[in-house]
């Protein structure tokens, strides 16, 4: 496993982990979670909004009793929707989640969209800082903000966020704000990084698995860690969990980097985060 180190404490966050979006919240998340600690993942990743978070703490719970582990040695992430936007309302919308997966803190927790109200943006970061300066949280960033967003935040508040979570796929590359975020010292995270599962029928992607005698989505993973992206491909597949996982034992050449890349058409599957106001 690879770790990047995020502003804010020390802990490190696992270059890859677990996604969660679009699982019930019911004993086929819960298995996943454990069998993704049991097999070496060390970050989870959910969502208030996925309505998940309960079955994931449990599936939390029953992988580090399996696994030996212990709390501090895990990654977890949640995300504060909409609904819970403004200073005040952000506490309480942590402690739903804290209270969903039976957690005491989260190491990162993220403003799930902008929305198109950006005062209302604005404060609510507000009351993130507020969380982590109350010691909280260990870490705290944003999810799917365009760089007016990031601008804005940075005009009108006072702590960076230390992480955005975007749609990064090679179909969707995202360069202007790759760049952006280096400059600023924000880590970049990808949401569905296989595009539910259409990059793997592409034909370019197919043959570089073949050269390497790996699956196609091990390969999109791989190209992820090597643009320097953390990285957390969903699946409920105990095999498929195992395989995800298994990406350290190779490279990628700088040939197939820039090919992979320059798959990109700037096709989202996921909402414009300048439009989405969460309906």
Known sequence: MKYKHLNGNNNPMPQLGLGVFRVENNDTVKDAVKHAIISGYR?????????????????????????????????????????????????????????NL????????????????????????????????????????VSN??????????????????????????????TSLRNYLKEEGIQMESWSPLMNGDILKDETVNEIAKAHNKSLAQIVIRWNIENDVVVIP??????????????????????????ISSLNENKRIGPDPAEFNGK
């Open 43 to 99: 970050s989870i990743d959910t969502a208030w909004i996925y309505g998940n978070e309960e079955m994931v703490g449990r599936g939390i719970k029953e992988g580090m009793e399996a696994a030996g582990i212990s709390r501090d040695e895990l990654f977890i992430t949640s995300k504060l929707w909409l609904d819970d936007f403004g200073r005040t309302q952000v506490a309480a919308g942590y402690q739903k989640s804290l209270d």
């Open 102 to 141: 039976g957690l005491d803190y989260l190491d990162l927790f993220l403003i799930h969209w902008p929305g198109t109200d950006e005062s209302l943006m604005i404060e609510t970061w507000k009351g993130m800082e507020d969380l982590y300066r109350a010691g909280k949280v260990n870490h705290i960033g």
């Open 145 to 174: 903000f365009n760089i007016e967003h990031l601008e804005a935040l940075k005009a009108q508040t006072t702590i960076k966020p230390e992480m955005n979570q975007v749609e990064f796929h090679p179909y969707m590359t995202q």
């Open 234 to 259: 969903k699946s409920v597949t105990p095999s498929r969990i195992e395989e995800n996982i298994d990406v350290f034992d190779f490279s990628l050449t700088p040939e197939e980097l820039k090919r």
